[in-house]
Structure formats: C-alpha cells, structure tokens
C-alpha cells in the first residue's frame, strides 16, 4: 500500500488494560510471565488475517500438500523478518503497550527494537524439538545481564492457541538458575535433567503474550499433534545505550518500502525504537527537516521542529 494512502485497517484500537506490575514482579522473579488476553480481539483477527496472507491454514496443507511442497522442505525454519508487507505486524512489533512495559522494565525511554519475526510451525512437518538454551549468543558478545537498563526483553505474541500437543515452549524459573553463568547456553537432557523436569510448559490462548528474560532457559518442544498449526510473532528489546547488544541495526532496511510506509505512519516513540532521532535531538534542523520531509513526503514533523 503507498505511504499516502490512509491505512484504515490498522487505526488506533481500543484502549487495553497495561502490563501490571504484579506481572512484571513475576518476571523478575521467574525470568518470565504470561500476560494472558494482551491482544484486543481486533487487533488477533488482523494479525491472524496477516498470518494467512504468507501462510497457508493447516486445513489447506494437509489438502494441497504439493502446492506447498518447497516451501515445506524447510518448515522447520518458517520464519519471516522485520519489516512486513503487511503492515500489522510491524505495528504489533511495536505495540505501544509493548513499549510501555520494556521502559517501565528497563527503567528508560531509550528501548529499542533487536529483532521481529513471524514464525509458523506445522504438525506433521519439521522437527521443533529443542535443547535447554539461553538465546544470547545472537544478541550480545558478552553474556546478558538482568537488571535495569542491561535487561533485554524476549517477547512471544501468539496469533493461534498452543495447546500440550502443538508445541508448547517451556520455560525454566530463574528461581533454579540464579547464579548460573549461562555458559555453555545449550543444555542437553542427559547432562542437567533438572532443568527439564522443572520446567514449566506455556499453554497459550490466541492474543496472549509470553515475556521472558535473556537469561532464562527455555526450549521449543516437539509438535505431537496430527494437524494444526501456530503462529507467532517473536520479538526482541534492549536500551539504546548500550551499543554492544542488539541484534539487528534497522538502518540497513532503509530501501525497503514497506519500512517507509510504516515509520511515515508511526509514532515518534515507534520511530525512535527503530533508530530514528528523538523529539529534541540536536539533528533536527532546518536542513534535515526537509531532507527527512522530501525523503517521507508523507510523514508529519511537526513534532520535531
């Protein structure tokens, strides 16, 4: 869809109860929380909307298997990155409620987006089981810490229900693994079988979202079910400050149209979380101004004069 274009699809939603702070306790505490209905029903019918847009249902695979055979020749890598042709999933990767809990997890306004991807598993093709693992090694030369603004911030949008038998991640409390020193990050059954019986599975309900820390384990759990399929949006949050996390700089999408037509739509907190300059900052000038204005014609600036 052209950036001047007004995306009626994707207008603001209804207001929506915020992230607790009994709920960000927890995951503190835990390393994870499951903040149950966090999607509007609006907002799930969009983004399951989406979902079928680059995926089949599981009722069209398992009838015209052929139809997607190449595609399915990798499904255990059925992933996509940001940013999307449909626009609602860059929104939700930067769901202003999502926003909202990571600075008030972090403890700053200066947050920024790593990673956003969709990811679709279906029963009956490809192997998902997985090891205990920490995810840092693609995020971080170092190992993560897990307080103030060092915290990165794991996220799980679930687009479908995950029952016992569509492979439920399961998590490990912090409450085990507290002066662990993360390495080596993968754990194999045989060698720390704690930390698999005393891991929790997430059954998850359409429009709940898993957070969880840098430092938990956790691991995908093998697909049992005849057919079905989950969707899921995965993203990633760290500050701003610390340049020495972080997985993607989203400066290197910047030829791609579906990028400018989302940041002409955004919201400048939306927008700084990319990488785009702050309200206030030293940048904006006379001359950048109409630079930043020829390149997004369509992008209103006034905030930033």
Do not use: C
């Not at 693992?133 to 687009?159: A, C, K």
Request: proline content about 8%.
């Amino acid at each position: 869809m052209p950036a001047s274009t007004p995306d009626t699809r994707y207008a603001k939603p209804a207001p929506m109860p915020r992230v607790t702070d009994k709920q960000l306790d927890h995951l503190k505490r835990h390393g994870y929380v499951v903040v149950p209905r966090f999607l509007s029903p609006r907002e799930l019918k969009q983004a399951h909307r989406g979902m079928l847009q680059y995926f089949p249902s599981p009722e069209e695979l398992a009838a015209t298997p052929h139809r997607y055979s190449a595609m399915m020749d990798n499904a255990d890598f059925l992933q996509l990155e940001f940013p999307f042709d449909e626009q609602v999933f860059n929104h939700q990767a930067l769901h202003p409620r999502v926003l909202d809990f990571v600075e008030r997890l972090l403890g700053t306004e200066e947050v920024a987006l790593s990673r956003a991807a969709l990811w679709a598993k279906y029963a009956g093709f490809g192997e998902f089981e997985q090891p205990m693992h920490v995810d840092y090694e693609g995020n971080t030369l170092v190992v993560p810490r897990d307080d103030g603004d060092y915290r990165q911030v794991n996220v799980i949008l679930y687009y479908s229900d995950v029952d016992e038998m569509l492979g439920p991640t399961e998590v490990l409390s912090q409450e085990h693994t507290r002066d662990d020193l993360l390495w080596p990050p993968f754990r194999s059954r045989e060698e720390w079988p704690a930390f698999y019986e005393k891991a929790t599975p997430i059954l998850a309900k359409a429009g709940d979202m898993l957070i969880f820390s840098m430092r938990t384990f956790h691991r995908a759990t093998a697909i049992t079910a005849d057919i079905g399929v989950r969707f899921t949006q995965h993203l990633v949050f760290r500050s701003r400050t610390h340049g020495f996390q972080g997985h993607e700089l989203w400066s290197s999408h910047g030829e791609k149209h579906e990028l400018a037509t989302f940041l002409t739509k955004a919201s400048p907190k939306q927008r700084e979380a990319l990488g785009f300059p702050k309200v206030g900052d030293p940048y904006w000038n006379d001359a950048t101004l109409a630079g930043v204005k020829r390149r997004y014609t369509k992008m209103d600036l006034r905030p930033y004069r």
